[in-house]
């Protein structure tokens, strides 16, 4: 009688029969074969991961997130002061991390942020594209403020820049390799940022709109499209797009608006890029069919952060959940996408919404 015995190492696949052993090496085969108990799944030990918006209140979540996993970390934000932040924290816990400032908006800078990473890390196994301009309701004293991402909510000035401390890659302090011309121009002051919370759709700026493509879509192509190469070498990728409930559904106008003052309006980009996320998400998944590069969109509901109590009295009661999300509560989610406990999913999107979209 024929008897086989298989042993499963994490580069390749043993096959014994009677004193012949085969070696089977290859990745998909391999990874068709391999039996992993749950812990190993979530594990990212030897992954390299990128996140763009790193900085951000979810991008930093996500970072942290990917570090305590096991990855190598590169935090890719547009303010380099916050990316460093969070690199230097990372990098004091523990965790392999590098910042590289990065306008994924731009091509060479996004090549730049693959470069840097191929550089200290030899290869890029996960790409979550976090950047976006997220227009925010807060509270009445800063609500002018802070629209754009993170841009002048105080929060780079709290979070500093620890630059001394990117111990553990001890690398080299990235924006110094940077050429001039890849570096952003320094923030618009905030009397300048047009807020985008205030128009109309009928008078909404072109402006604004082409900006926000720009970001929330352009970068996310430009960021994936770099971020493939190494992935096809490698045989192995993870892109991770960040949608919103919005583009799952239209905005309640009514949740932005308080009695005795201006409208306020959730803009029209943000649910047309937002929705656009997904098209493309479900693109690069077919598009890299039988590539082993897996491509999942991950949608938040709201999540708190500093929003006056009439918005998150309004918001929560429109969420299943009664309330708004923590922000280490997308941390699970993301990782079930970005490691192996996710194999089988690819073109799908996850959401993370406290029954937001259910009703
Ligand atoms: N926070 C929420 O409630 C929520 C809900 C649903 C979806 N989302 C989505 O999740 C993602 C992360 O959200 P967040 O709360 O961390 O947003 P955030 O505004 O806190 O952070 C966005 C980050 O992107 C960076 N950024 C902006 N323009 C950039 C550019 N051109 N190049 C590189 N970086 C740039 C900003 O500097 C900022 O650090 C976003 O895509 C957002 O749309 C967030």
Known sequence: MS????????????????????????IRLLWSFKIMPIQEKFDLKDRVAVITGGGGLLGEEFARTLGEAGASVVVADLDGGLARRVASALSAAGVPSLAVQTDVTN???????????????????ILVNSAALDPKVRNQENRRTGEQGNRGTGEQENRGTGEQEN????????????????????????????????????NY????????????????????????????????????????????????????????????????????TKAGVLGLTRYLATYYAGKNIRTNALTPGGVYNEHDDEFVKSYSARAVMGRMARKDEMNGALLFLASDASSYMTGANLVVDGGWTAW
């Not at 696949?13 to 009677?18: E, N, P, Q, S, V």
């Not at 091509?107 to 890390?121: D, E, G, H, R, Y």
Request: proline share 10%; hydrophobic share 35%; charged share 15%.
């Open 107 to 125: 091509p060479a800078s996004v090549q730049n942020m693959v470069a840097q990473t191929l550089n200290v890390f030899g290869r890029l196994d």
């Open 205 to 272: 700026p072109l402006e604004l709109w082409n900006q926000a493509l720009n970001v929330n879509l352009t970068g996310m192509f430009l960021a994936s499209q770099a971020a493939v190469g190494p992935m096809l070498e490698q045989e192995y990728g993870v892109i991770i797009n960040l949608c919103s409930i919005y583009g799952l559904a239209g905005p309640d106008q009514r949740i932005y608006q308080r009695e005795g003052q201006p409208p306020q309006f959730k803009p029209v980009h943000y649910a047309v």
């Open 3 to 26: 008897k086989y015995s298989l042993l499963v190492t994490h580069h390749s696949l043993l096959i014994t029969h009677h004193s012949k052993t085969i070696k089977v090496s290859n």
């Open 167 to 202: 111990r553990r890659t001890g690398e080299q302090e990235t924006d110094s390799l940077i050429p001039d011309s890849l570096i952003p121009d320094p923030p618009i002051p905030d009397s300048l940022i047009p807020d985008p919370l205030s128009h109309t759709f009928e």
